[in-house]
């Protein structure tokens, strides 16, 4: 119950029922808040207890400077916490060894429970093996049941041994639509109370609820285990950038277009660690569904969330997904009451701001490596001539690894050519660099938005009716996020369109953006790695990061569903859709993209009379059920899990052996060696690729020595609920750049603990040194660990026996994950890296002054880096524990053992 110091508490009377409400406007200072804050501002008033959350935080967030520096330290509840199947199969596994935990140090078990609304869906584990065929999406789903059962019955178990967890099986849908569409409920109902809905999920995309108006962003594993266990989230209040919208969108731009353009200008400025809330009279002009598709690309800009307020626009979407409607009356009169409703003559107080005219946004690509590198589509052969030069040179040369340069400048604009002959069932063809040969429409970005599938459908529709058909070297498919879509695509009659173009169903999860494209056709795979093929891979997701997508495929880029399509028949980069033909009609005709490209008044013809609120109702009557497969699976019993010894999916985790009651105290780091040195935009599918297993890798080894055959490996996504592939997985990717290990790309370093250190897997060094007790420090340079809210990422690099991470700036998120892990993330002073001052990575390296963060939080420890000749190098780092929650859990060794030991203390 709340202390209530402003004696908010109040009732709110909906259709005859009465709620309990904290009214936000008891705090002075509450109508100039942005819509973001206004929501945290209820959050303290409801859960203010005078230790965590007092009067003071309520006070400080009432009067927010807009223009302050974050420095304040707030604490934040989440209503409920939403995971993805590839990070929360490890979730539910540190649970069960938590409980095991509190059993062997003499407490109850069952004190590990969420006590919030848990929520997973299972949709990262369907591969692309089959497509272009009418069973494509049933032998799909067979082939991941067949990989997947162990790690499915857990999840089963955990199910039913803790309460408010829930699970939405395989085959329905990805995690953010099924939570936009079903799952999420604006304003939440709870003993008696009405408060705002907040959800912080295990995927960096859960902001796309950003979009109804539902606060909440991605956080690490570990974060939410808390979170779910009662934890609140430690923050510091936040700069809000106030994104202006004004304007229509044009005919030929889509949703897809307008967000590559709003993530290419939020880069540009910064936003790394603030949130970002649109405003204006265009607020009222950009439906739902556009909107969430903002709302899911906030980690691409890198801001915490991006956040639209609740509308007409809210209250309709959630009529036409089936929310009852007495839960729809609850909202509008709530958001009305609480001053949560969107008021256009109403400007808040914002720290900076931006402003969009939609009319100028054209139609765009991003690639060939970054989501914020956007290419205007009239130039995008062009631009892609620039970029290869970068893919077909010595790469060996170039010591910073690709994610870290801006786009090629170099290039001349004349393509290399390399052709290769492939034979296949579809006959004889050449295979060149810039060749497509995935076009996948994917990824609950834009699969969410009916307007850019219609589009999609529609295009396809006219191409064939035009005569023309996809290249014969395109893997294509179509992964939508939930299974409305298919039904409002079948209804319209255009399924049958993307399927004589190879567009057909191949799952209901997040395939090719997450890595889970599935193996090229063997012939197109020999011909690219013969040719050392610089091809590409055309997809409508919100991530082309390299050695994500597909290991054969070098050069990636984002798209609107229908240029997937369009670039599909084009069959390669290094043509300009925009003005040359796509082929030619029976007749000999040129058939131009303008030639089948839909009106927006056709496509919003076909949303209108084709997407009703009966489809919702429908597809999510059941949608905790699963189909017989599901049902038939044997759900292991008890409070705890029983482990078998002999899985190569779910183990118990190793991270509270030993665990003493009490924490050992802080001290320096001595005698450290560097396990490896990286450049800039290092993202976490680098540090913990998602991806297929390498056979020659260390985890493909150890797979290959517990008598798993090559064809099971399946991928390190879906075994990170064992941490002993995962760990031998840290730093694998296949695109690292280790410059510690020049002339390699991969998980390679030096070991120091052999005579001329010699270049080995990054794992075995790590065991080595491990053997003679060295610590290990990582050194990188900007944006360290962007991208998804991968906790491998830290778990693995703790368990590698990296104690510090010292890097010139941090994304967000696996900053958090690191101090989550017991990993100290340190920064290089303003201005300096670990190139400027002249580090080779061969230097003994010693941290000082750590022993001051028993107690306090020291601005800056001292890093010493001698090399082999004893010339010594000094700097100050700046300690990047922002708050004193933070503080709390890196003395803890984690996160999870700072809730474990407070559970015990209670």
Known sequence: MSKDSFQARDTLSVGGEDFDIYRIDKVDGHDRLPYSFKVLLENLLRTEDGANITADHIRALGSWDPKSKPSTEIQFTPARVIMQDFTGVPCIVDLATMREAVRDLGGDPDQINPLAPAEMVIDHSVVVDFFGQADSFKRNVEREYERNRERYQFLRWGQTAFNEFKVVPPGTGIVHQVNIEHLARVIMTRNGTAYPDTCVGTDSHTTMENGIGVLGWGVGGIEAEAAMLGQPISMLIPRVLGFKLTGDLPPGATATDLVLTITEMLREHGVVGKFVEFYGHGVASVPVADRSTLGNMSPEFGSTCAIFPIDERTTDYLRLTGRDEEHIELVEAYAKAQGLWHDPNHEAEYSEYLEL??????????????????????????????????????????????????????????????????????????LDHGDVVIAAITSCTNTSNPYVMVGAGLLAKNAVDAGLTTKPWVKTSLAPGSQVVTGYLKRAGLDAYLDKLGFNLVGYGCTTCIGNSGPLPEEISEAVNAGDLAVTSVLSGNRNFEGRINPDVKMNYLASPPLVVAYALAGSMDVNITTQPMGQSADGKDIFLSDIWPSPESIRDVVDGNIGREMFLDEYSNVFEGDDTWKSLPVPTGNTFDWEENSTYVRKAPYFDGMPETPEPVENIEGARLLAKLGDSVTTDHISPASAIKVNSPAGEYLKSQGVSIKDFNSYGSRRGNHEVMVRGTFANIRLRNQLAPGTEGGWTRDFTQDDAPVTTIYDAAQNYAAENIPLVVMAGKEYGTGSSRDWAAKGTRLLGVKAVIAESYERIHRSNLIGMGVLPLQFPEGESHSSLGLTGEETISITGMDQLNDSIPETVRVSAVDASGAETTFDAVVRLDTPGEAAYYRNGGILAYVLRGLLNK
């Open 357 to 430: 005219d939609l009319s100028t946004v054209v139609p765009s690509i991003a690639g060939p490596k970054r989501p914020q590198d956007r290419i205007q589509l009239d130039k995008a052969d062009h631009q892609w001539r620039r970029d290869v030069v970068n893919y077909v040179e010595d790469e060996a040369e170039r010591e910073s690894f690709p994610a870290s340069d801006s786009p090629a400048e170099k290039g001349n604009g004349d393509r290399p050519h390399n052709p290769q002959t492939v034979s296949s069932d579809t006959g004889e063809y050449q």
